[in-house]
């Protein structure tokens, strides 16, 4: 099928390290995009991987295996505003969008 | 971020109303999605235009009309809804449809149908 598969919720501390895992389906691979999206908001764009590896931007990192259909989002130095909801998407054959059902991430202090 | 508006924000009708969502993209973008976001599940999506043409209508049900009349207006018109159609409808755009055209959302429009 065109399952995305992450975990529902997680929890973290302030100033901790988060790691957001997705597995999806291999086949008709064309990337995979991480959003964010807060509460009643606009999900925003937060990274893109189409080459094996991991992507650093500032406190997110995102790690891409095309083998395994696996990415992870990796989150440090956590701060309260990063209590979100974290959505995995795969980018099809026809450039289509398919999304997972999102990880809510839930910061305390 | 004002890249991408939905009117209204907030919408409640009954099964036998009719009434339209707006979306409007000032990115210069030339794809534009409806999407329903139904809690706990994967954004669904609905309909996409490329150039104003639209290329993709996932089995929508045809209480749920889309409209394109120019790149940067989308319009998703609504008549004799469901209960189970309430969602919070999301409206993005991306320059085309490629494979590292990133998609820009709106804030979106909360329906509820009594």
């Known amino acids: 099928g065109q399952n995305i598969d992450q975990p529902t919720e997680m929890t973290a501390t302030e100033g901790a390290i988060v790691q957001i895992n997705c597995t999806y389906q291999?086949?008709?691979?064309?990337?995979l995009f991480w959003y964010q999206q807060h509460a009643g908001e606009a999900p925003t764009f937060l990274s893109y991987?189409?080459l094996d590896g991991l992507e650093e931007k500032g406190r997110f990192s995102s790690f891409l295996s095309r083998s395994k259909g696996y990415s992870y989002l990796l989150l440090k130095e956590l701060q309260m505003k990063d209590s979100a909801s974290y959505l995995c998407?795969?980018?099809?054959?026809?450039?289509?969008?398919?999304w997972g059902a999102g990880t809510k991430l839930i910061i305390k202090p | 971020e004002t890249g991408v508006t939905q009117t209204p924000r907030h919408l409640v009708m009954g099964m036998t109303n009719k009434k339209s969502l707006k979306c409007e993209q000032h990115?210069?973008?030339?794809?534009m999605y409806w999407y329903k976001q139904s809690a706990k599940k994967p954004l669904e999506l609905m309909f996409v235009?490329?150039?104003?043409?639209?290329?993709e209508n996932n089995s929508v049900p045809s209480r749920f009309s889309p409209e394109c009349p120019n790149s940067s207006h989308l319009f998703l018109h609504l008549h004799t809804l469901q209960p189970e159609d309430s969602a919070l409808y999301l409206c993005?755009?991306?320059?085309?449809?490629?494979?590292?055209?990133?998609?820009?959302f709106g804030p979106g429009t909360r329906l509820t149908v009594l």
């Open positions: 993005a755009s991306s320059q085309e449809m490629g494979p590292t055209d990133t998609q820009y």
């Open positions: 990115l210069g973008h030339n794809a």
């Open positions: 991987n189409v």
């Open positions: 235009y490329n150039f104003k043409e639209q290329t």
């Open positions: 291999t086949s008709g691979f064309n990337g």
């Open positions: 998407a795969r980018l099809d054959s026809n450039y289509q969008l398919i």
